[in-house]
């Protein structure tokens, strides 16, 4: 059974515009579009949704929504004899943004938000690396890859197992 409700007036405001990144791979993907309407209408577990979508990609798209501060998450009461299941919803209805960036920034943005281009990947490895030598200056790294400090920290919003901190990125224990 469904928990039906309605978010009325939740705005997500947007101040930097690398928080874009998560929105627009949600949106540009079918499947995360659909987890996403479905987490809009009722709260649901992942097995919940999984039967809607019939898809694979549910754990990424929950990990990307979250990133993304899109869905809540608490855990539904079982019945007697059965384990709890975290269950999800969406958190936001409306949208504002309220940031300017030069245009080179916004390509970066949009770049890695909707890329499935594998130079992307290669990147995120020689990231990934320099993290575990312990440089993580956000500054540091995108001299060093010879990109835009938005550019890194657009990386850091795509990928789920890495986060910004401050000026730097963190590696983030996703149980993987």
Known sequence: MYRVFTVPGHIRIVNDP??????????????????????NKSWMTENEIRSHIDEDSVPLCLQIL????????????????????????ATYNKFRANF????????DILYIALSN???L????????????????SINDLSRKFSVSPVFIKGLAKRITHMDVKGQGLVLLDTGR
């Open 18 to 39: 690398v928080e874009l990144v998560p929105l627009l791979m949600t949106f540009n993907d079918p499947s995360f579009k659909k987890v996403y309407e479905l987490l």
């Open 66 to 89: 979250k990133k993304g501060n899109l869905v809540e998450e608490q855990w539904r009461m079982p019945k007697p004899g059965k384990k709890p299941e975290k269950e999800f919803r």
């Open 100 to 107: 300017q960036c030069n245009l080179s920034d916004l390509s």
């Open 117 to 119: 281009d594998e130079n």
């Open 121 to 136: 990947r290669a990147v995120v490895e020689n990231i990934e690396e320099e993290l575990n030598k312990g440089n993580s």
